[in-house]
């Protein structure tokens, strides 16, 4: 978290580069902001943790990745069961897109491939990641693309494409698994 940035991870970096003689010793930090819960910040010493694998025994593993990934990673978060049904909505809705989309080859790498819109929401989705890990953007790109994916207007090649950049980026990036046993 953003609360070990310094004196903690400046102490770190300082042992690690000086017993290793590897400078930098580490590309990149990343500090999150406060997980809170019932309107108190999470802390060992306070000892109101929820630990991930209590949750698990509430919510999918996808449920619960999908909550934490929609807030950006250095902002606050407060959980509750709302984010994880929320969440757990949307996993429902992907998975549903993503199973009319056959599975015999991934979506294609390159864009000019792609039909126009897709192309533009992977893009846009691949965007937000380097756009300092704008998970939240993504996860709108992501939802538009179980949209089209879903939608009975258009094209079916474009809905089936849809929904393999959305299988693709979801399983892939996310690391959702999205029940697809195929």
């Given amino acids: 978290g953003r609360d070990l940035a310094f004196p903690h991870h400046e102490s770190e970096r300082v042992q690690s580069e000086g017993a290793t003689g590897v400078r930098p010793v580490v590309g990149h930090w990343v500090h999150t902001g406060m997980v809170h819960h019932a309107d108190e910040k999470m802390s060992k010493s306070v000892g109101n943790l929820i630990m991930v694998r209590d949750l698990l025994d509430r919510w999918p593993a996808d449920a619960v990745r999908l909550a934490l990934i929609r807030h950006h990673y250095r902002a606050d978060l407060t959980w509750t069961d709302t984010l994880a049904a929320k969440a757990q909505m949307t996993v429902q809705r992907w998975t549903k897109a993503v199973a009319a989309a056959p599975p015999t080859s991934p979506a ?7 039909p ?8 846009h989705a691949l965007g ?42 979801a399983t892939g990036i996310l690391g959702l698994r999205l029940d697809i046993t195929r």
Avoid at 108 to 114: K, Q
Avoid at 153 to 161: I, K, L, P
């Fill in 108 to 114: 294609p790498r390159d864009s000019n491939t792609l």
């Fill in 116 to 123: 126009e819109e897709v192309a533009a929401l992977r893009d």
């Fill in 128 to 169: 937000a990641l380097d756009d300092d890990l704008d998970t939240p953007r993504l996860v709108a790109a992501l939802d538009q693309l179980a949209e089209l994916a879903l939608g009975a207007d258009g094209d079916r090649s474009d809905r089936v494409a849809a929904g393999r950049v959305l299988r693709d980026l």
